[in-house]
């Protein structure tokens, strides 16, 4: 294990994501929700790795109408978006989504920066999570990881009967990663770097 | 107190200088230290804290190799500079951020560090970059001992004899720190985890600690070195001296995507910045006795200019002009009156403002805030920003280009097809992951670019925002076009933080990367801009800063253009 600072989750992830050709927003969103999920004590390298892999393989997808169990919509890289898109047209979104952690993440970010009451719904609307007050409260009993077929609307009134529902916890503690998985998003990071010229050594005190 | 009723005597609002005069490289490269600057609001937070500074560990040997420890004590904790003195040859001492070697490295830590912690933190500083940081560490950092200085100081001293002023004045310091990284890098704390550290928690406070300490330690090292060499013959340095002995520095284009990448910080520092500046133009009448201060000034600003000396052309030519601007301004016969005016800095500022260059306004602006720090204390106190990383949802396509007209103008006004204005590219380097800028025409890589290319950006949205209904939400538009994300972000950011954006064309020919880094240097603190390129500059941080000896003392916080009276 070897233990990272938030910064270096924050760059080495949107570099790692630049590296296979992802929008630089979209990777900074990524580092951004991986940032949040760090920070309430949730794993997100694995899950980053995997998005990058299945980028490349287009096997997800950041369309948010054409997404299919197949090829689900990749909330890690769009899920900020969604959540703004649908928090600003006022409208359901259906779809199928992958890895609804990082929504998740998306969700909580909206509620603390602008105070979105937002509902995520499974495909038979049970609800998975919701926003109220600047916080996220995440139906425990349910699974996040898989892609499923979910619905993410705004809400004025939610009734939450009788599910239980836990907010993420704050994580102050220093965060330990598994050290090959970083090693493999560092040297993803590092093929966005560019062999220095001679022409931008000139002149800069070499 | 040097201004009274300071309330009462700001009957009217002088309008803020708007953003298309100041967000300009020229005028930003100009800009000097001031009440604002991190170094000075350091100063008074260890007054305030009551800190007492202290060498808690020395294992320095005769020859300057060994390890020290420097004890901070404040109110409610205790940091400690942890230090490391290398042994190195005079050839592998380099300025640059890519140096293997250093004399000194060092790293701002929490408390004290245990047995265990300083044999980690010993294998580790000497690599500095290469090595594994941990979260009790608050920065790293190294410096290299100044070539053209340090022994001819160390020998004067030994022999009983203080150095030449000139020698002093002309160098400014005798380590110069290559690096100094905060914000969780390589391991390190990140800022974001200070909160509840009322001392630490504002931007670049754990940077400009170190270097403060650096510039403690420099001076107790060769003081120690002098008496180890010399024994009774020996002398330690002047006091006048060693207040003129500030840490140097030399900073390259790794400084420069900051203000790129933090728009709401750069928005929060130049807004502060620019509304002190507004607050003393809207002062309706001057006491004599602040009246003489800002003359004081001016003439200590005139000493500094003459003491000023740099061998790069352009900016030799600045400081003549600013020089010369100074003289004439003190010589002007209408001085005096014009301070006893009503509104006497607006009119002041108003009558000499076309005659003399930027680089002396924003000098003259510096020294306009300098009395006043008790109408400043709110902006002094509020530098920091929060950075959101959601975009507002309550902006339509027909509010992104009513606020592209409004606020981007410069960069729909830049003819984005001519190959001057895409000169150049900004990438990460793969020596050390430093920033770099290539020639677009030459040299490969522009596939992986940074996307500082604001103009062009601004230009492609307005393409596409035009082609699209009005009413269509941002959120929209950017779920639609994630291409169009980065700028449409920025736009809306830019909205309420209108000082968020540099407006020139950062990858044009005529662009120079040296304004950038001065523009924040100068929130530093830093004096004696040394360019060295348009790439890089030398600096010098905490020149004329009180000892820690003196925190206590009142007024010390009062060290703006140092300058030493016999050079």
């Not at chain 1, 991986?34 to 309430?40: D, E, G, I, T, Y």
Request: glycine share 4%; charged share 25%.
């Amino acid at each position: 294990m070897i233990s990272v600072s938030l910064n270096e989750i924050y760059s080495e992830t949107y570099k790692a994501l630049r590296s296979v050709n992802i929008e630089w927003s979209l990777a900074k969103d990524s580092a951004n929700k991986a940032k949040w999920l760090v920070q309430h004590g949730q794993n997100f390298l694995g899950s980053i790795l995997k998005t990058a892999d299945l980028y490349q393989k287009k096997e997800i997808t950041i369309s948010i109408n054409e997404n299919t169990n197949k090829k689900p919509l990749a909330s890690a890289l769009i899920g900020l978006l969604l959540v703004e898109y649908v928090s600003a047209n006022k409208i359901t979104w259906e779809g199928y989504i992958d890895n609804s952690k990082f929504l998740l993440a998306a969700m909580g970010i909206i509620a603390e920066e602008q105070q979105i009451n937002l509902i995520l719904e499974n495909e038979q609307k049970e609800i998975i999570a919701f926003t109220k007050e600047k916080k996220i409260y995440v139906n425990s009993n349910l699974d996040t990881k898989v892609t499923s077929y979910s619905y993410l609307k705004t809400y004025d009134y939610i009734e939450e009967k009788n599910t239980k529902f836990t907010s993420f916890k704050k994580n102050k503690e220093v965060t330990n990663l598994n050290d090959k998985c970083w090693e493999r998003l560092k040297s993803m990071a590092f093929e966005t770097y560019v062999p220095e010229s001679e022409t931008s050594k000139s002149g800069a005190g070499y | 107190m040097s201004f009274q009723n300071t309330t009462s005597n700001l009957d009217y609002n002088h309008p803020i200088r708007s953003p298309s005069t100041v967000m300009k490289l020229d005028r930003l490269g100009s800009f000097h230290q001031s009440r604002l600057s991190f170094t000075r609001r350091l100063i008074d937070d260890l007054k305030y804290q009551k800190s007492k500074i202290e060498i808690y560990q020395w294992d320095i040997d005769n020859s300057g190799i060994g390890s020290a420890i420097i004890k901070l004590a404040l109110k409610k904790e205790t940091l400690s500079l942890v230090i490391f003195c290398h042994s190195i040859n005079d050839e592998e001492r380099t300025d640059r951020v890519i140096a293997e070697k250093w004399d000194m490295t060092f790293s701002l830590f929490k408390g004290i560090p245990n047995k265990n912690e300083l044999n980690q933190l010993s294998k580790n500083l000497i690599i500095q970059e290469s090595g594994r940081h941990n979260s009790k560490q608050l920065t790293l950092s190294r410096a290299n001992k100044s070539q053209r200085i340090f022994e001819k100081v160390l020998n004067d001293l030994s022999i009983g004899k203080q150095p030449s002023e000139k020698l002093i004045n002309d160098v400014g310091y005798l380590v110069r720190t290559t690096a100094v990284y905060g914000n969780g890098k390589f391991g390190i704390e990140d800022f974001s985890k200070t909160n509840g550290h009322i001392f630490l928690q504002k931007p670049f406070q754990a940077e400009m600690l170190t270097v403060y300490l650096v510039r403690y330690f420099s001076i107790e090292l060769i003081n120690f070195l002098a008496k180890k060499k010399g024994g009774k013959k020996s002398v330690i340095l002047s006091k006048h001296l060693t207040k003129h002995l500030g840490v140097g520095n030399a900073t390259g284009l790794g400084m420069a995507p900051f203000l790129v990448n933090h728009q709401e910080l750069i928005h929060q520092w130049i807004y502060n910045r620019e509304t002190a500046i507004s607050r003393v133009f809207s002062i309706k009448r001057l006491n004599k006795k602040t009246q003489n201060k800002i003359i004081n000034y001016i003439h200590q600003a005139f000493k500094y200019s003459l003491q000023w000396k740099v061998d790069d052309k352009l900016q030799s030519k600045k400081i003549e002009k600013l020089n010369s601007d100074l003289k004439k301004i003190l010589q002007n016969e209408e001085l005096t009156k014009l301070l006893n005016f009503d509104y006497p800095i607006k009119r002041f500022f108003n009558f000499f403002k076309d005659d003399i260059t930027l680089e002396t306004q924003e000098m003259l602006n510096s020294i306009f805030i300098e009395p006043f720090p008790e109408l400043l204390e709110d902006l002094i106190n509020n530098m920091g920003a929060e950075e959101k990383k959601s975009v507002f949802i309550s902006y339509t396509v027909n509010d992104i280009l009513d606020i592209i007209k409004d606020n981007f103008n410069w960069a729909i006004k830049i003819d984005t097809s001519k190959p001057e204005e895409n000169y150049c590219f900004w990438y990460t380097s793969q020596t050390k992951l430093e920033p770099r800028l290539g020639i677009t025409k030459k040299d490969a890589g522009i596939e992986k670019q940074l996307p500082f290319d604001i103009a062009h950006q601004i230009k492609q949205a307005v393409n596409t925002l035009n082609k699209l209904p009005s009413n269509m939400t941002a959120a929209e538009v950017m779920i639609n076009h994630p291409e169009l994300r980065n700028i449409i972000k920025r736009v809306i950011i830019n909205k309420s933080m209108p000082y968020s954006e540099i407006q020139n064309n950062l990858i044009g020919k005529d662009m120079r990367p040296i304004d950038i880094l001065r523009c924040k240097l100068s929130f530093f603190g830093a004096s004696k801009f040394d360019p060295k390129s348009n790439l890089w500059t030398r600096i010098t941080l905490f020149q004329g800063a009180p000892l820690p000896n003196e925190l206590w003392k009142k007024n010390i916080n009062d060290w703006l253009f140092p300058n030493l009276s016999n050079v």
